[in-house]
């Protein structure tokens, strides 16, 4: 809510300075998704990143079978222990748990960083596509379908296709880098 009445106040804006300075307004519109997925490197920097989770995956997987060895071992032989003992076992458990929990946070901050800096050149060759056409084209704003701010629009304006085709040309020219 808060991204949509800022984009349509930048766009009063906009549309009062154009009108006072007589200029004509240029405005057209993205879809970041459709790029993202269109992008090329972004299939690659994905393939990367989900096999570098898959050794996190394991390790999670491995805590969550202790941490449900260790509760059934407890559930088994509950009836049998005595209160020390039962309530040493919880607080084997309870710190099990914590670590687990730790280490979760831990691998998913990992995972986010990871993502981030794979991603990182695809966004910055989509911004720079992005911009030249901004350029080109003389337009005073771009805006992004993807973010809902959007609610209707002529699809003449949609430059989702001319970036996709212009990062591919631009990969095909450096070698798919």
Known sequence: MRRTSFALAALAFLLTAGA??????????INSQEILLNAPGA??????????MAGYQNEI??????????EAALQQQQLTLSPEARSAREQQ???????????TNQL??????RRAELIQ???DNITAAIEAL?????????????SGAIVSADPALDLTQDVITRLQTEAGATGGS
């Open 108 to 113: 998913q901050e990992l995972a986010n960083q």
């Open 134 to 146: 901004r350029e080109e084209g003389a337009y005073a704003l771009i805006l992004d379908a993807a």
């Open 20 to 29: 006072v300075e007589g200029q004509t307004l240029k405005i057209a519109y």
């Open 43 to 52: 299939e690659a920097a994905q393939q990367a990143f989900d096999q570098e």
């Open 93 to 103: 458990l309870q710190a099990k748990f914590g670590e687990y929990q730790q280490r």
């Open 121 to 123: 050149p695809v966004m």
């Open 61 to 70: 997987t491995q805590l969550e079978t202790e941490l449900q060895n260790m």
